[in-house]
């Protein structure tokens, strides 16, 4: 019974070791990197957003609008577009080198030119590590309701 116990206490402290060892730094970096965007949103944060994207940045937004770094924080400053709630879950990260495809479900409130909104969708935000400083090179959404 104890050889046992003592089995099962070192599988258990080994496999501990094993996901300690296999949770990447950058995985959390991203995290508040994704969590601050969203923040930066819902107060309309548009230095902090620049800061975030690249300068070659691409967003396409759920209604299929294409647009660069300047038209993105156009809209951002937008005094019509007053969002009032910006969440995301079920993150998912991929690595390849310097490049991070994040994915997951966002949901935003708010209104835009005094129309209620409430967004339910997928987003796809693609990262590189450029000079030691990550940065959004392009966005994707899409509504699974509205």
């Not at 970096?29 to 994704?34: A, D, G, M, P, Y």
């Not at 949103?41 to 994207?53: I, K, T």
Request: proline content about 3%.
């Amino acid at each position: 019974m104890i050889r046992n116990l003592c089995c099962c206490l070192l599988l258990t402290l080994s496999s501990v070791g094993v996901a300690a060892q296999q949770a990447d730094p950058r995985e959390s970096k991203l995290l508040v990197l994704e969590r601050l965007w969203n923040e930066a949103q819902v107060h309309r944060d548009a230095p902090v957003l620049d800061a975030l994207v690249s300068s070659r940045f691409v967003n396409t937004e759920w209604d299929g609008e294409i647009s660069d770094k300047q038209k993105f924080l156009a809209d951002i400053r937008d005094p019509r577009f007053k969002p009032t709630a910006a969440n995301i879950q079920d993150l998912k990260m991929n690595f390849f080198g310097d490049t991070a495809v994040v994915t997951g479900t966002y949901h935003t409130q708010g209104t835009y030119q005094g129309k209620a909104y409430d967004h339910v969708g997928r987003f796809t935000d693609t990262w590189i590590l450029d000079g030691g400083k990550w940065q959004c090179v392009a966005s994707h959404t899409s509504l699974l309701k509205k």
